[in-house]
């Protein structure tokens, strides 16, 4: 059964702490993408990848980096959190020359206090 | 760049009656259009998808939708909802492949009352 898998589910972090999302999907997928998701806001684009090492900013990237070091795994990071990043982070995956369908992980729900 | 608009944010819809869920979407190109069902605390989970051809899709869970070129619609249906349908629909747009993503509308919440 194919997969994304998200390290953390639930996260609460306090305001000016580092903090990584891991994902890793085993479906060999070359575009790996970060969204957020808030209520009446629907999903937004952090940032997304095409290859390793490969990365580029989508809709909102103001306050996020990302990091590709293998095609598998894409990270999401922010380097000091902030309360209005309290927020559901989905990761998902698909493959070059795909119509786009995109496959989802069960989601991150961070809080920064 | 290509939009996606559902119109509306929350559907409350009796037990076994039908239902439809409006998206529409603009683009300069041709699109291929996605719906996701949302369960409480999950992740996103494809529906169903339109790439080319009949214009009316079946999905999952007796979902069906029914793309419009003309009226730019993408229109969710099903003839008899249960208490399980309770979720956050959204519906998606890709270009060229969505080599950059999906682009989705902010959400339908279908609440489903017994």
């Known amino acids: 059964d194919v997969k994304v898998t998200q390290s953390s589910r639930y996260l609460v972090k306090r305001t000016g702490e580092k903090v990584f999302l891991e994902c890793v999907q085993d479906?060999?997928?070359?575009?790996m993408f970060w969204y957020r998701q808030d209520p009446g806001l629907g999903l937004r684009l952090i940032y997304f990848?095409?290859?390793?090492?490969?990365?580029e900013k989508g809709d909102i990237p103001e306050g996020y980096s990302v990091s590709r070091e293998k095609k598998e795994r894409f990270s999401l990071i922010l380097e000091s959190a902030s309360t209005n990043q309290t927020s559901m982070y989905l990761c998902a995956s698909t493959s070059q020359g795909n119509t786009g369908e995109l496959f989802f992980g069960e989601g991150s729900r961070l809080t920064v206090l | 760049a290509q939009s996606v608009t559902q119109l509306d944010s929350q559907v409350p819809v009796f037990e076994e009656a039908p239902v439809e869920l409006r998206c529409n979407y603009s683009?300069?190109?041709?699109?291929?259009l996605f719906w996701y069902v949302q369960y409480p605390n999950q992740g996103l989970q494809l529906l169903l998808k339109?790439?080319?051809?009949?214009?009316l899709v079946k999905g999952i869970n007796g979902f069906e939708a029914e793309f419009n070129k003309s009226q730019t619609s993408f229109h969710l249906r099903k003839p008899s909802v249960h208490i399980s349908d309770t979720a956050e629909y959204f519906c998606a747009v890709s270009v060229g492949g969505g080599a950059d993503g999906l682009t989705f509308g902010k959400g339908t919440h279908l609440i489903i009352q017994p």
């Open positions: 339109y790439l080319s051809g009949s214009t």
């Open positions: 683009s300069s190109v041709s699109v291929y």
């Open positions: 479906m060999d997928h070359e575009n």
């Open positions: 990848s095409y290859d390793v090492k490969m990365k």
